[in-house]
């Protein structure tokens, strides 16, 4: 990865950040099996700790690997971690990017709009083109967390950004926003180039809302072949489908290139999604065909006014996406866009790409449908909305309201299946230059007895409150070392990655622990936004869920995707924990701290 410029508002703290730490060998080890612990019998944890106390002995094998690491972070003007983290855990990520990569948002709805989706999608692209202009100028104010500056990295794969299928390892595409001020819109499968600037001036909301409504007139009824559904495929085989597709024509050719240099996709729908798994559903996979899931962003806008995103997760976290949406939908709100003056010119409609299609192509798509068809229905999503109380209730509980959260994610697994696993939870590492995330591991020794507590006919509310109160702590405690950047599993992914040929796995990369405790069967992540409807993605291991939550001012929401578990035993233990927790965590609210 090439280094940030370091000119503009928005990169002005970029070269002052600290680079990524390598933690010691010794704090990772006693971190490990701290976090092991709770997930292991006695005799399997002995057994984790002589591979561990193997591979930090003096002169051993974890010395050797440790000095490559510290001698790869210095060859690095970036950081020791993110090409190796862009390229394991995304680029060279084979399967398809929908399920297993992209994640979604659903907008809260517009009053004025309903049943008007050309209105509020005229609205929405003029709110993105202009937070695209303050990333694009440099003049968008940093991410910050408590006045510290946050890397700002990410940005730059935000517009005219495109994941690029390549043979073991996909790319990204970047193209030059000040010659490319197009949008793809999409319509019953069809692909329309809107040109966005016209004659040195961008179009006003007024107009675009009047392309917009031609697309749909030209769209009509017909459906096109969904040329999009190639990017529902695993990526080796649409790497293949794609070489072929542009072997055909140079009209392939340069209609993939207009979609992949684009400043964004619009998708419109003809769906009419109502509840709330409708809506996650929609957002996140839709039909599989009016979408093009390897732009980094995509509007999604439906025939009821209804409206949502979806992301392309391989060179950005959901941090920077989600700001941007939290930028339009609270602009549009608050009246804070200019939406300009109509010019009284006329316009050229937009345009339709057109694509040679072959009885080979036609069958490829097909094919593609067919899969895609295949794969969503073996998913099953359920959402989770709570609304008995939210962040400010659990703030008065004295209680971090991210760990209160991760705590009812426990509870509520444990209520399910009577066991608790490994639990992935995001922390984000952008208080270093190129930081992205580590895993905070949310299960503790406090936290499994805190659920059995919780269980016990037996325990007063005071003892469950207690007991609760220690779990939080002990999540606290490990999200604090992962935002930190001294985790366990990305120093272990370095260390790991320096192995070479030949050489023998050390013991600890071949013990159980090793893969049950990242084997993450519950897979967490929290955005919250009080414009969002919903957030989510799908799970990461068969047997596991995809947890994404939002901790509103007075409700929780929780989207649970698996492969067709227990989604509705989940959901509802989920509301019976939540009303569980309050009563045993009120009954232990720490006393005021008095003034000085």
């Known amino acids: 990865m090439t280094p940030c410029p370091n000119s503009g508002t928005l990169f002005k703290y970029q070269s002052d950040l600290p680079r990524l730490p390598i933690p010691t060998l010794e704090e990772t080890g006693a971190t490990y099996l701290k976090s092991i612990r709770p997930l292991v019998t006695d005799e399997q944890y002995e057994k984790t700790a002589a591979a561990v106390y193997e591979f930090l002995k003096p002169g051993g094998v974890g010395e050797e690997l440790q000095r490559r690491l510290i001698a790869h972070d210095r060859s690095k003007n970036t950081s020791w971690l993110i090409d190796w983290w862009n390229s394991y855990a995304y680029m060279a990520y084979r399967d398809p990017v929908v399920v297993y990569v992209n994640y979604f948002f659903c907008f809260v709805d517009v009053k004025k709009y309903v049943n008007k989706p050309a209105g509020r999608a005229a609205e929405i692209i003029t709110a993105a083109m202009e937070f695209r202009r303050l990333v694009t100028s440099q003049e968008l104010v940093p991410d910050m967390a408590r006045k510290a500056p946050l890397c700002v990295n990410q940005y730059r794969y935000l517009f005219n950004s495109c994941r690029i299928p390549q043979r073991g390892e996909d790319v990204a595409r970047t193209a030059d926003p000040s010659e490319n001020n197009h949008i793809i819109v999409m319509r019953k499968n069809q692909f329309y180039v809107l040109e966005l600037v016209v004659d040195g001036r961008q179009l006003s909301t007024t107009e675009i809302e009047s392309q917009i409504e031609l697309i749909y007139f030209f769209a009509g009824d017909h459906k096109d072949l969904p040329i999009g559904a190639f990017t529902t495929q695993d990526r080796d085989s649409w790497f293949k489908l794609r070489e072929k597709f542009i072997s055909v024509s140079s009209k392939n050719i340069l209609s993939l290139d207009k979609i992949e240099t684009s400043a964004f996709v619009v998708c419109l729908d003809d769906t009419t999604p109502v509840t709330y798994e409708e809506r996650a559903m929609s957002c996140w996979v839709g039909d599989g065909r009016n979408r093009f899931f390897d732009k980094s962003c995509e509007f999604i806008i439906f025939d009821n006014g209804v409206a949502g995103f979806n992301g392309e997760h391989s060179m950005m976290d959901a941090t920077p996406t989600s700001r941007m949406c939290e930028f339009i939908l609270e602009g549009l709100e608050k009246g804070k866009f200019n939406h300009g003056v109509s010019s009284g010119q006329k316009l050229d409609p937009p345009r339709k790409l057109g694509f040679d299609l072959t009885a080979s192509v036609i069958r490829d798509v097909r094919a593609a449908e067919e899969k895609f068809d295949a794969l969503v229905a073996q998913h099953d999503l359920k959402v989770v909305v709570f609304e008995g109380y939210g962040k400010n209730a659990i703030k008065k509980l004295g209680c971090s309201p991210d760990a209160y959260a991760q705590m009812a994610i426990q509870l509520a697994y444990y209520k ?93 990369f071949t013990d159980a622990s090793f893969a049950l405790s990242s084997h993450w069967a519950l897979s967490t992540s929290q955005i919250t936004s009080e414009y969002f409807l919903g957030y989510g993605w799908g799970q990461v291991v068969s047997d596991g869920y995809g947890v994404a939550y939002m901790i509103k001012e007075e409700s929780l929401h929780f989207n649970l995707v698996s492969l067709n578990l227990h989604n509705d035993v989940f959901r509802y233990n989920f509301l019976e924990a939540l009303r569980e927790m309050r009563p045993a965590f009120e009954a232990t609210i720490p006393p005021p701290k008095k003034l000085a």
């Open 416 to 508: 399910t299946y009577g066991k608790c696993v490994a639990t992935y939870e995001s922390a984000q590492t952008k208080k270093y230059a190129y930081g992205r995330t580590e895993t905070g591991r949310s299960v503790s020794v406090e936290s499994v007895a805190w659920v059995k507590g919780m269980q016990d006919e037996f325990l007063s509310l005071e003892e469950k409150g207690n007991l609760g109160r220690k779990a939080v702590a002990a999540q606290s405690s490990y999200m604090a070392l992962a935002a930190d950047g001294r985790g366990v599993d990305r120093h272990l992914l370095g260390l790991r990655l320096l192995i070479k040929p030949g050489e023998k796995k050390p013991a600890l």
